[in-house]
């Protein structure tokens, strides 16, 4: 078992800045990811890591402005999020899964992710 604990949330206007972390209790795992959910839809990939390799993969409406990145001597995963939009509002979840190596692919897929933190709110004004 994996604890993931998500800080860093809060309320921006739009353009500005925020930086979410995620503190696992172990960061054994070589696959983690950024995950989010906003009222009345489903749960999306925002962002994915291969820590042992730094190989990303961001979903399209975050490339350029998003960045998933990793602190092993902390056991912490950030995600930092630049010029905001409203529709970035959301619930933001940290995840991890078992299953990985480095040669997984990295699909942005909700389902492959087994390990979940309980998220931190993400508010964005116009």
């Known amino acids: 078992q994996v604890q993931l604990v998500e800080s860093g949330g809060g309320s921006v206007q739009a353009g500005g800045s925020l930086r979410l972390s995620c503190v696992a209790s172990?960061?054994?795992?070589?696959?983690m990811g950024w995950f989010r959910q906003a009222p009345g839809k489903e749960r999306e990939a925002v962002a994915e890591?291969?820590?042992?390799?730094?190989?990303?993969r961001y979903d399209d409406s975050v490339q350029d402005r998003f960045t998933i990145s990793p602190d092993k001597d902390k056991n912490t995963l950030y995600l930092q999020m630049n010029s905001l939009k409203p529709e970035d509002t959301a619930m933001y979840f940290c995840?991890?899964?078992?299953?990985?190596?480095?040669?997984?692919?990295?699909?942005?897929?909700?389902?492959?992710?087994?390990?979940w933190g309980q998220g931190t709110q993400v508010t964005v004004s116009s």
């Open positions: 890591i291969l820590i042992a390799t730094g190989r990303r």
């Open positions: 172990r960061m054994i795992y070589t696959c």
């Open positions: 995840a991890a899964r078992s299953s990985c190596s480095i040669y997984s692919l990295l699909l942005l897929r909700v389902g492959d992710y087994n390990y």
